[in-house]
């Protein structure tokens, strides 16, 4: 078993460009949920998705922030225009349930974002 | 609101000793409890769960956590930790189990091991 997939593993990027990071959950897996991990605010939970429809977003924290999950195996989190205060560690989590986060989730790598 | 409580940022064992992360909760019913372990650099892996039933929980890698309803805590405990454990170790709740449920993580604690 592969895990969650996430791409790129560092992003490096100027503000105002656009930025689009990808993850692909375990095979079989219905729930998706993506992450933000910064020093000063800790692990948050950015958008929460069960058989590809968003269920709760109210973490995503601006226009700016988009996320989508096309089909059972990909999505996307995007961020246009990009600011210095969105650099972060990303993570994407995945599991079986339709039950929040109430059952185990298996995290990716993450991907380290920076905007300069 | 519901929220999540670690009091200790950052925490120093010596290899060999025993170790307690503290963990306390607010929220008016039992909430279903997590502790999650990151090592530098990866993402967050289960530790263990509790759910109902026991309020000692077995964890993997020979970690325990006791639920204490009148305490509203879920602290984790390991009686002899190894150079290995040293990572971020998070707490986490959800109330309920639904579609709708929410995970609230802690702000974490870090572990460092003393040779």
């Known amino acids: 078993d592969a895990g969650v997939i996430q791409s790129p593993r560092h992003e490096v990027t100027e503000m105002g460009q656009e930025v689009t990071l990808r993850c692909k959950p375990i095979s079989g897996h219905n729930s998706l949920f993506w992450y933000r991990q910064t020093m000063m605010r800790g692990l948050e939970l950015l958008i929460y998705f069960n058989n590809n429809v968003p269920i709760d977003d109210s973490g995503m924290p601006e226009d700016r922030f988009s996320a989508k999950m096309p089909n059972a195996s990909f999505s996307t989190l995007k961020i246009q225009p990009s600011e210095p205060r969105d650099s972060a560690v990303y993570f994407c989590a995945s599991t079986w349930a339709s039950s929040g986060g109430a059952d185990t989730q298996y995290f990716g790598p993450g991907t380290r974002l920076t905007v300069l | 609101a519901q929220s999540v409580t670690q009091p200790d940022i950052h925490i120093t064992v010596s290899e060999g000793a025993s170790l307690e992360l503290r963990c306390n909760y607010s929220?008016?019913?039992?909430?279903?409890l997590f502790w999650y372990v990151q090592s530098p650099g990866q993402g967050l892996q289960l530790l263990l769960k509790?759910?109902?039933?026991?309020?000692l929980v077995q964890g993997i890698k020979g970690f325990e956590a006791e639920f204490k309803r009148s305490q509203s805590s879920f602290n984790l405990r390991k009686p002899s930790v190894h150079w290995s454990d040293a990572a971020e170790y998070f707490c986490a709740v959800v109330m309920g189990y639904s579609s709708a449920s929410k995970i609230i993580f802690g702000s974490g604690t870090r572990l460092s091991i003393r040779p």
């Open positions: 509790y759910f109902s039933g026991d309020t």
């Open positions: 929220y008016g019913a039992t909430p279903y």
